[in-house]
C-alpha cells in the first residue's frame, strides 16, 4: 500500500478531515491532498507532523506501507510467517482501537 493511501486510511480511521490535518501540520490542503495522492512525498519534517497528529510512529506508518509484493520472492514466505506476528505485536502496544486499521492493511 503505498504511504499517501495509508496516510488517508488513518486521517479516516481517526475521524479526521484532511483540511483538519492540514492546519494541525501546517500544510495546504492541497499539498495534503498530493501527499495522498502520491505525487507529492513529504519531507522528513511533515511527515513527523502528520504521524504526531495521526498518533502513529513513523515506522508503524511505513511498515503499513508493506505489502507482499514489496517482498522478494525468495523471502515471501518469511514475510507471510512473521507478518501476522508483527501486527498482534503492533495491536497490544498501540491499543486494540488499532486493530480494525491493522486489519485492513493486507500482509
Do not use: H
Request: net charge negative; glycine share 4%; hydrophobic share 40%.
Amino acid at each position: 500500500m503505498e504511504l499517501g493511501k495509508v496516510i488517508n486510511l488513518l486521517i479516516k480511521k481517526k475521524g479526521l478531515t484532511q483540511v483538519e490535518v492540514a492546519k494541525r501540520i501546517g500544510k495546504s490542503t492541497t499539498a495534503l491532498s498530493q501527499i495522498i495522492k502520491g505525487s507529492y512525498n513529504p519531507n522528513p519534517d511533515t511527515l513527523d507532523k502528520i504521524c504526531k497528529v495521526l498518533e502513529v510512529p513513523q515506522p508503524i506508518l511505513f511498515f503499513l506501507t508493506i505489502s507482499e509484493e514489496d517482498i522478494p520472492e525468495d523471502k515471501l514466505e518469511l514475510y507471510r510467517v512473521l507478518a501476522p506476528t508483527i501486527k498482534d505485536f503492533l495491536i497490544k502496544i498501540f491499543g486494540e482501537e488499532r486493530e480494525e486499521l491493522l486489519n485492513e492493511v493486507s500482509y
